[in-house]
């Protein structure tokens, strides 16, 4: 049907109910005040002589107050105080016309407020009748039962949004929560149960089908909790993650989705000085390298938010330099920025965009950071991690630039395995160069990111989805996590904190085991880990450590202004000279593709490197044995 038609339709029949109960309230309202008895004849005759003025005065003020204007599915509070209005205003110009025409005669003092509350009534309850009713239309109907979790804003809003659902998917029959001034009470009509730790009991007293959890603002320990509960039910449970619907006053059905490693694994929100970097990162010229890479592309997203004057991309791939142009293109059409394909151990072309683009700050992103992979990669990695990191590093420093922020990685610390070698190395040209040059020379360090290339967890998934097995190294080994947005936020905010010659490490919170996270991604896929997948422990692979670090034992830790984000200083280590004269052996070596010659450097540049290097992996494990790099 035409949505006009439909709408004037509804508007009409509104429009004639209410008319309806104008004479009905009127007669009422002289009925009630004979109690109910026999009307004497003389003011049966008033109020029928009154009648027209009062339905002619009355249904005028109900159009003028936008009666109609509203939709009796979504009859509420302001409805009712409209409806309110209208009919006080209404009856209160009845009495001043009826007074007008006949001194009010027949009309006795009672029958205006009988008539007031009487149409009052008449009017409200209808409206928020068909409302309930359309509200739980499909109480019987064959929907899951649910049982919702959080019986805050987001639980009141969901169980809302699916007592409106046209598909009457959801049958929600009640909340669960911990606050014990919601405990007894009713939530749009529907019972706070007891607390989340009665989950299970609940369940089953209630047949539940489905657990909905409406706690977008739980802790990650929080949320792990709760997925507890929910596991031991043996029922299937979903999130509503999004905070942002709470803010119109809307939930979507549509966005319910399935838990995710990613919510065990968050953190709390990251408290941000925003005004200061805006003012730190606006207006500037800002390079990235790497930018097509998983830390490169979010910090790319973020950095167009900041108003740079322009933004010059650089990587070596193709494809992912492609992917992340047409992402500007698409989010922010107005930004100015280049995109340059190339590698950042060609001396040449980084010469060549530093003297074309003028960059005031660079974020040095780009970097070989796979461990096993690098292991017998010795020269891939010395020419990209360090070579590459001097090449673009000493190319700032000589331009002009304002900063430069290497991000570096807690493999740096006590490296065990090439990666965190060449990592600590490009560390150690970065603090050197701080101290010549008027370029600010700043380091990020932080662990392991959710999602990034090469990360453990799209690993998983693919496994599980396989049917297994989920191959885990080691059932001790542990590690740092956080998601790619709130590193790239942290990294923003340390560079505008920076002051040069700092290492800041981000707060990577508690690390987690390896092993709980292939559990809870087994049973997070409805499955149950060793019975319907898998999981085998395969051994520690090369250069790989049961336990990461973020900072050195000689490295002292310093308190910034922001709370997530402290200073590793760094002892003296190689001078100038020496570490200059170590890494041109290093890229002579590299350049002959001279192993021999390679390691020799890389043990002149870290002292000591290969014997702690073995001496940790020993210990963490008794059988592991030197591999040749």
């Known amino acids: 049907m035409n949505p006009i038609i439909d709408r004037l339709r509804s508007r009409t029949a509104a429009l004639s109910h ?15 005040r004979f109690n109910l008895d026999r009307i004497p004849a003389e ?95 499909f109480n019987l109907s064959s ?85 507890d509960l929910c596991e031991q039910t043996g029922l299937p449970f979903r999130i509503l993650p999004e905070l942002g619907g709470l803010m119109t006053g809307q939930v979507d059905i549509g966005r319910i989705r399935p838990v995710l490693i990613e919510d065990l694994l968050g953190r709390d929100p990251v408290e941000l000085d925003w005004r200061g970097i805006h003012a730190g990162l606006a207006g500037r010229a800002i390079l990235i390298t790497g930018a097509g890479g998983s830390i490169g592309s979010e910090l790319t997203r973020q950095l167009a938010a900041m108003g740079p004057s322009r933004l010059i ?69 010395a020419r990209n991690n ?47 160069l701080d101290g010549r040059s008027e370029c600010r020379f700043i380091t990020v360090r932080f662990g392991n990111v959710l999602g990034s290339a090469g ?61 709980y996270l292939a559990e809870q991604m087994i049973r997070l896929s409805g499955r149950e880990p060793g019975e319907d997948i898998a999981i085998e422990y395969v051994g520690l692979r090369p250069g790989e450590k049961l336990y990461e670090e973020l900072f050195h034992a000689s490295e002292e830790l310093v308190a910034t202004p922001h709370p997530k984000i402290r200073i590793a200083r760094q002892a003296n280590g190689l001078s100038s000279q020496e570490l200059r004269r170590s890494l041109t052996a290093l890229e002579e070596a590299a350049n002959r593709s001279d192993q021999d010659a390679m390691r020799r450097a890389l043990q002149a540049l870290l002292p000591g490197w290969r014997r702690e290097s073995e001496e940790a992996r020993t210990a963490e494990d008794p059988d592991a044995r030197t591999l040749d790099a």
């Open 43 to 137: 003011f049966i005759a008033g109020a029928l002589q009154a009648l027209p003025w009062v339905i002619l005065i009355q249904g005028s003020v109900y159009w003028l107050f936008g009666l109609y204007r509203g939709v009796w599915r979504f009859a509420s509070l302001p409805d009712l105080v409209r409806i309110t209005k209208a009919v006080l205003v209404g009856t209160a110009l009845v009495v001043v016309m009826l007074f007008i025409i006949n001194r009010s005669e027949n009309v006795p003092r009672s029958v205006p407020v009988l008539y007031f509350g009487i149409q009052l009534l008449m009017l409200a309850a209808p409206r928020l009748l068909y409302r309930w009713m359309k509200d739980h239309r």
């Open 18 to 32: 209410d008319l309806l109960t104008i004479p009905a309230a009127w007669l009422l309202a002289y009925w009630l």
């Open 143 to 227: 929907g899951q039962r649910v049982l919702i979790v959080g019986a805050d804003q987001a639980g009141d809003l969901l169980a809302r949004a699916m007592l409106r659902d046209p598909g009457r998917a959801y049958f929600p029959v009640g909340f669960v929560d911990d606050k014990l001034r919601r405990q007894g009470g009713e939530v749009q009509g529907l019972p706070v149960l007891g607390p989340t730790e009665a989950i299970p009991e609940i369940v089953r007293e209630k047949d539940i089908d489905l657990l909905m959890l409406a706690v977008p603002g739980a802790s990650a320990i929080e949320m792990r909790h709760l997925v």
């Open 455 to 515: 990360s453990v967890v799209p690993l998983f998934r693919r496994q599980i989805e396989q049917g297994g097995p989920v191959t885990v190294t080691h059932p001790d080994i542990e590690r740092f996590f956080m998601t790619i947005p709130e590193a790239c936020q942290l990294i923003t905010q340390a560079a505008v904190i920076g002051d040069g010659g700092e290492i800041f490490l981000l707060d990577m919170g508690e690390p987690i085991k390896i092993r």
């Open 386 to 432: 360090v070579m590459g990191t001097r090449l673009v590093a000493e190319a700032a420093a000589s331009s002009g630039c304002e900063r430069f922020v290497l991000i570096s990685t807690d493999k740096a610390v006590n490296p065990s395995n090439i990666m965190g070698a060449t990592k600590r190395i490009a560390e150690t040209i970065c603090q050197d």
């Open 313 to 381: 991309l650089v990587d070596n791939g193709e494809f992912n330099l492609y992917r992340i142009e047409m992402e500007l293109t698409e989010r922010h059409p107005q930004l100015r920025f280049a995109r340059h394909l190339l590698d950042v151990t060609d001396a040449t072309a980084i010469a060549g965009l530093f003297r074309d683009e003028r960059p005031a700050i660079v974020f040095h992103a780009a970097a070989y950071k796979h461990v096993p992979l690098l292991e017998n990669q010795l020269r891939a990695a």
